[in-house]
């Protein structure tokens, strides 16, 4: 049945209150001069307007449609995407868009990613994860083809890859493509409660992962700032707690852990994971010339039992988190590495303090060869 566009917009600009029915007789002059590329930035415009939310599906299926061959695909896909926010059905809203995207796939392949990704999160809300995955796995490969792909596309697979190992507890993936999501896009533009709730979830994975010992690139995140005067802020002191390797601030935090049943039922893994980190803590305090470590004394500075030493450094060793040799007859291990981490004002202190003490050592060693010579 074909549309008289000019009176559907007549219609629209009628049931729209006077702000919006300025951008109908925007629309309707841009229609009339076949003003393409300004027309799409003005619906973009107009469909994210929360008032533009009533309209937004008839204006897709009427007007859009009219000309969608005549714009850039990825802006259809996106005019799409508003529009199908407002299908409340979930099914109804994911046979939308496979109806968008077949419509964009033989024009644009980073359009038709990007319709497949969003539809494989509305999979995800539906808990058919293995539908999702497997769209994700086809974005995927269609992504490493391309030598550049536009930043909300790359925004929205990570993001619905985060959406995908969140949902299976798969921590250290969850991590990894959430901080890749987050690297692009502005987060000021993210709601303060979606903002908190990344972080979050960010600190709980970094947390319960078994292959994160680092939290380096979290800890510089402006994102761990939405924590800060919340209830949630427990977790980002526990953050910094296994940064600094500070078993006894760790110890001070676990009545918090009963809160997030994740973490509540990992307390002997995460025991482990902040001796651990009491561990690199103990060794990259020392000089480097003062890296050989007793036994006795790493039992001290891990609060671990006698017989927990040599595999506290076995495990240290596995992960990457030390270099050295363990001397067990002489119960002593000698460190010639420590991972690198994030420092607190504290530590700086003590790095400074360290060379300062270098400094000085240098300065008299200096003065001894002087009066030799």
Not at 18 to 25: C, H, T
Not at 100 to 109: R, Y
């Amino acid at each position: 049945m074909t549309v008289n566009i000019e009176a559907f917009l007549s219609e629209e600009r009628e049931k729209a209150d006077d702000e919006l029915a300025i951008s109908f007789i925007h629309f309707e002059e841009l229609w009339s001069r076949r003003l393409w590329h300004q027309l799409t930035e003005a619906l973009l415009e107009f469909f994210s307007k929360p008032e533009s939310s009533k309209q937004r599906l008839s204006i897709y299926q009427t007007f859009v449609l009219s000309f969608a061959d005549k714009i850039n695909q990825l802006n259809l896909v996106s005019l799409g995407l508003l529009a199908a926010s407002q299908i409340k059905e979930k099914n109804d809203a994911l046979k939308f868009l496979d109806e968008l995207k077949g419509k964009v796939k033989g024009t644009s392949q980073e359009a038709y990613v990007y319709a497949t990704v969003e539809g494989a999160k509305i999979k995800l809300q539906l808990e058919d994860f293995e539908g999702g995955r497997t769209d994700l796995d086809e974005s995927e490969k269609i992504l490493d083809k391309f030598d550049s792909v536009d930043s909300m596309v790359h925004a929205s697979f990570y993001s619905a890859n985060a959406d995908y190992y969140h949902a299976r507890q798969e921590f250290a993936s969850y991590y990894k493509n959430s901080l890749l999501y987050l690297a692009c896009i502005n987060i000021d533009d993210l709601p303060a409660e979606e903002r908190q709730s990344r972080a979050y979830h960010l600190a709980v994975s970094a947390l319960a992962a078994d292959t994160i010992y680092n939290f380096g690139e979290l800890l510089l995140h402006p994102i761990l700032d939405s924590l800060k005067g919340t209830q949630q802020e427990w977790i980002h002191t526990l953050l910094y707690a296994f940064n600094e390797g500070n078993i006894g601030k760790y110890e001070g935090l676990t009545v918090h852990l009963s809160k997030e049943p994740i973490l509540a039922s990992r307390g002997d893994f995460l025991r482990r994971k902040i001796r651990l980190s009491a561990l690199t803590e103990a060794v990259f305090v020392r000089p480097p010339n003062e890296r050989a470590l007793s036994f006795s004394t790493i039992m001290k500075e891990t609060q671990v039992a006698p017989d927990e030493v040599e595999h506290l450094l076995m495990k240290a060793l596995s992960l990457g988190l030390i270099r050295g040799s363990i001397d067990q007859v002489s119960g002593i291990a000698r460190i010639s590495w420590v991972q690198p981490k994030v420092l607190t004002m504290q530590q700086i202190k003590g790095m400074r303090d360290r060379l300062t003490e270098w400094d000085s050592g240098v300065s008299q060693l200096s003065v001894w060869m002087e009066n030799k010579m």
